[in-house]
């Protein structure tokens, strides 16, 4: 395991952090961290190197595609390849309760454009047997839905990327025009960060199925873990959180591909609606208010 090369993207905090560390303490022979602010990125690093690991850093925005472009590069040209992507960077609505165009655009173009981006420079870098692991979300399950017509498309076996795209753009669309309309989603609350990631497992399972070489891509709901981006409300802690990624990356068979998985370990079937274990806000909900974040 030492000559393998692991790459966990927007992990100067939170689970991305964690993962790095969990990398680093099992082995991995090059793990990088990377962030979009090198002062957080680097910090991140003098962080790990005191507890005697040895990360390395690299800065990166997901949504810029220079810094993708120039990153991959740098990963073919030093190490000649790549071993496991965790694909963890992500934005959550700025708003918890209200959904508007601009930041429904600020949450799908990091959450899930960016992968497409990813995509398009690391995955011609991928070592055959690669593993890829999209950190999703409960929010990201196809009970988040109600439009039978979305569901359909997105959960039929020939799948396309332009069936994506179109799911992507129907939404961004709809909050545009002001024609959101309640009956096609479970609960609106948190709702431009849900279809970012039913976009992105519908999107982990075209990727499957494209990639070739061995290599393995599943989706990940990691748990309602206390990070900044749940105002540090949740279940688990970013170490026990970061168990899950991990256990994709370096101990699940190479044989299971285009799955998703629970903070647990389980596989769940992702394409049945009536699975219902979409995100609840009420649950957060309660923890905000026990944490007096919202009265």
Known sequence: MGDKLAVVTGSNKGIGYATVRQLCKRGVGYVYLTAR??????????NLKKEGFKPLFYQLDVTDRNSVRTFAEHLKQTHGGLDILINNAALITSNFTETTYEDSVRVIDANYFSILTIQEYM???????????????????????????????????????????A???????????????????????????????????????????????GISVNSLHPGYVKTDMTKTTGFLTIEEASEAPVYLALDVDQSVKGKYFW???????????????????AVVEKCLRELNIIQ
């Open 123 to 165: 995955f011609p870098i991928l070592k055959d047997n690669a593993r890829v692991i999209n950190i999703s979300s409960d929010c990201g399950h196809i009970s988040n839905l109600k439009n039978t017509y979305w569901i359909n498309r997105l959960t039929k076996q020939d799948i396309k990327l332009d069936d994506i795209n």
């Open 263 to 281: 903070f647990d370990k389980t596989e769940k079937e992702w394409a049945d609606p009536n699975l219902k274990i979409h995100s609840t806000y």
């Open 37 to 46: 602010d090198i002062k957080r990125g680097e910090k991140a690093i003098e």
């Open 167 to 213: 799911f992507v753009n129907w939404f961004l669309d709809s909050v545009k025009n002001g024609t959101l309309n309640e009956e096609d989603f479970q609960e609106m609350p948190l709702l431009a960060y849900r279809i970012s990631k039913i976009a992105l497992c519908s999107l982990t399972r075209v990727q499957q199925k494209e990639v070739g070489r």
